[in-house]
């Protein structure tokens, strides 16, 4: 997860750049933006690229939406529900439907209710509602690991130490072993730092397209903090909570006992803090998640509407709310294998154009170093935006003007 971090802030840096770079306003007045229009507009200026920028925008746009139903809705469902039903259920032999828990099918319901009345309030909406939720429950969150860190000072270094034995397979007792353990770990790591930073993807491109930032460079470093801040720092904060769960073997890197690892954070807080903790845990896996159900609904929707426009939009809404109940009934396995696959096919059409711009990422931060950073206007390369000269652009920008818009 570190190495795909450390990767991640270069290309969540150049895909924030390119999505400001490339973003335009829709028929709502809102700004849209992402991998679709810099694979479009971008990719699809170069000489010879303009039917491939046109078909990658198309296949990235439609394993976003794909993406928006794995990652963005039936994981989080998933794990809300995992972590709902331990904390405050588990004692209760609840009857089932369908061979169903009847208090998942609640939760479900209950979650579809709350996420449509905020989906349907849109960007706006959800806004509103990550800004409150969010600071406060990452203070508190923050603030529970390190009481626990504290708590576990004098075997710090060796849970640290036990993240490189495991990660490298230094127990494995063959070479072969070895090699299949750190295949595991370079795998799994991937995709759970993926998961979590979302850098590589495009997805986080079409919400950052949305900030007033008129400088592309100020919103890149703001992708490369984002990155560091989720998965360099908290993903390992949670990492030493885990390990000093008491449910790991800092020999042998076992699970001790029946351990879900869905649950195993709400386990190690609730071993320093008693029950209490693990209903804070329920409680900030559910705002966590459920806000990161929010941001992702807004993905899928930007993508409808690069496909479908607006209107599109709005169906897309509707089945993305009613497909939140299924999150909280299936498997938690399957949750994952959708989310782990859908993410994988979104990457390839998006890290095809982040490569191909490159040498624009380039000019344009060095363009702002000298600038910004350097105070020289001499010998400041000119970065003009090539949006001016795409016919689609042009037709939008003649609307605009005949509304008297600038």
Known sequence: MWVAALLGMMTNFSENVLGIYYRRKNAENEWSGGPMYYLRDGLGSYKGCKQIGKILAVIFACFAILASFGIG?????????????SAFFSGINAPTFGGVSVVNWIIGVVLMIV?????????????????RVVPFMALAYVLGALIIMFAHISTIGAMFASIFKFALGAKAVAGGAAGTALSLAIKNGCKR????????????????????????????????????????????????????SGFIDLTT???????????????AFGAIFGKPGEWFIAVAVLLFAFTTVMGWSHYGSKAVEYLFGVKGAKVYRVIFVLLMISGAVMTSSLAWDISDTF???????????VLSLTPLVYKITRNYVQ?????????????????????EV?????????????
């Open 73 to 85: 809705n039936l994981g989080q469902i998933n794990k809300i529900t995992l972590n709902i039903e």
């Open 115 to 131: 996420g449509g009345f905020i989906i349907f309030g849109g960007l706006k909406r959800i806004a509103a509602v990550a800004e």
């Open 193 to 244: 730092g993926i998961f979590s930073n979302e850098a590589g993807l495009g997805s986080s491109v079409m919400v950052h397209s949305n900030s007033n930032v008129k400088e592309p460079v100020k919103q890149g470093l703001w992708g490369i903090f984002e990155v560091f801040a989720d998965t360099i720092v908290v993903c390992t904060m949670t990492a030493i909570v885990c390990l000093s």
């Open 253 to 267: 890197g076992a699970p001790i006992g029946d351990v879900d690892s869905a649950t195993l954070v709400a386990k």
């Open 343 to 353: 993410n994988g096919l979104m990457m390839i059409p998006n890290l095809i154009g």
């Open 371 to 391: 600038r910004k950073i350097k105070k020289n206007e001499e010998g400041v390369m000119e970065i003009t935006p090539m949006l001016s000269a795409i016919p």
């Open 394 to 406: 042009q037709a939008e920008m003649a609307e605009a003007v005949a509304r008297g818009e600038e």
